[in-house]
């Protein structure tokens, strides 16, 4: 079945850098968007930006203020982002998700999600 | 930035209630809105897509309805895994942007 398996939980210091990774299983790597997304505790969904496995295309929220970089390997069938310049307000879950349909912009599945905490 | 408004934030509702929940976007999204639920603890899951199309495996009682700016989540009776936290996301425009989300509670 379709899976997206990323890596652990993450403390880091403010100003530090984070670099998360998101292994696919069960499809063809290169025919899918994954894309990013965040939630801060009691906050809502956040989208950070995706990029186009195949190609490695990406296109990033402003919000971020260019903090934010996504890559893929495609021989390692992983995506990977990550967030430089951490604040406090880092801290959330973040979820890779895959596009349900090539081509689509809804998301399924999501990740499991991974832990970022940000603390001095 | 297209702005989504979720109402209400919360709702309080039993097992076999009929409920909506309503997403009102910024600007006019046509039918790019797409509907998940959250667990505690979970990932969203996907429900419906393009307004009003439903994800494989979703069970029927829930529909979603809408175009232009205003949209619906319908859940046609209530079971007791549905009560979760839902949210609308617009996929019109990026950044793609997420309402604040409406949980739902057993009364």
């Known amino acids: 079945q379709v899976q997206l398996v990323q890596s652990g939980a993450e403390v880091k210091k403010p100003g530090a850098s984070v670099k998360l990774s998101c292994e696919a299983s069960?499809?063809?790597?290169?025919?899918?968007?994954i894309h990013w997304v965040r939630q801060a505790p009691g906050q809502r969904l956040e989208w950070m930006g995706w990029i186009n496995a195949g190609s490695g295309h990406t296109k990033y929220s402003q919000n971020f203020q260019g903090r934010v970089t996504i890559t893929s390997d495609t021989s390692a069938n992983t995506a990977y982002m990550e967030l430089s310049s951490l604040i406090s307000e880092d801290t959330a879950v973040y979820y890779c998700?895959?596009?349900?349909?090539?081509?689509?912009?809804?998301?399924?599945?999501w990740g499991q999600g991974t832990l970022v905490t940000v603390s001095s | 930035d297209i702005q989504m408004t979720q109402s209400p934030s919360s709702l309080s509702a039993s097992v076999g209630d009929r409920v909506t929940i309503t997403c009102r976007a910024s600007?006019?999204?046509?039918?790019?809105l797409n509907w998940y639920q959250q667990n505690p603890g979970k990932a969203p899951k996907l429900l419906i897509y393009a307004a009003s199309s439903l994800q494989s495996g979703v069970p029927s009682r829930f529909s979603g309805s809408g175009s232009g700016t205003d949209f619906t989540l319908t859940i046609s009776s209530l079971q007791p895994e549905d009560f979760a936290t839902y949210y609308c996301q617009q996929s019109y425009r990026t950044p793609y942007t997420f309402g604040q989300g409406t949980k739902l509670e057993i009364k």
């Open positions: 600007q006019s999204i046509t039918s790019s």
């Open positions: 069960g499809y063809t790597f290169t025919n899918y968007a």
């Open positions: 998700v895959r596009v349900a349909t090539s081509g689509t912009t809804w998301f399924d599945p």
